[in-house]
Nanobody
Framework: VQLVESGGGLVQAGGSLRLSCAVS????????MGWYRQAPGKQRELVAA????????NYGDSVKGRFTISRDNVKNTMYLQMNSLKPEDTAVYYC?????????WGQGTQVTVSS
């Protein structure tokens, strides 16, 4: 199973980015999967996720109303639309997916929000 993220970069505060996570090697539609992020000197925190079965979503309190998680089951790709970005959103963003009780991670993509 491989997860490959893309879409990170540098953006000004108030701007938007869309991250993608392409999943290969596994069926996709019913897996629990989502996004974490880790800023320098801070613990990794949950950003957004699909729960097991793929039907429900969870969001971290700091991103509710600004970020939206979605998935395309045909393309086996998950997305994170990030709007109204703030400098405190600066972090490395990682996607993950649970496959048969094993948690797989992507390599991470850097998001930097300038003030």
């Amino acid at each position: 199973v491989q997860l490959v993220e893309s879409g990170g970069g540098l953006v000004q505060a108030g701007g938007s980015l869309r991250l993608s996570c392409a999943v290969s090697g596994s069926s996709f539609s019913n897996n629990a999967m989502g996004w974490y992020r880790q800023a320098p000197g801070k613990q990794r925190e949950l950003v957004a996720a699909f729960t097991s079965g793929g039907g429900s979503t969870n969001y971290g309190d700091s991103v509710k109303g600004r970020f939206t998680i979605s998935r395309d089951n045909v393309k086996n790709t998950m997305y994170l639309q990030m709007n109204s970005l703030k400098p405190e959103d600066t972090a490395v963003y990682y996607c993950y997916a649970w496959v048969v009780s094993v948690m797989y991670w992507g390599q991470g993509t850097q998001v930097t929000v300038s003030s």
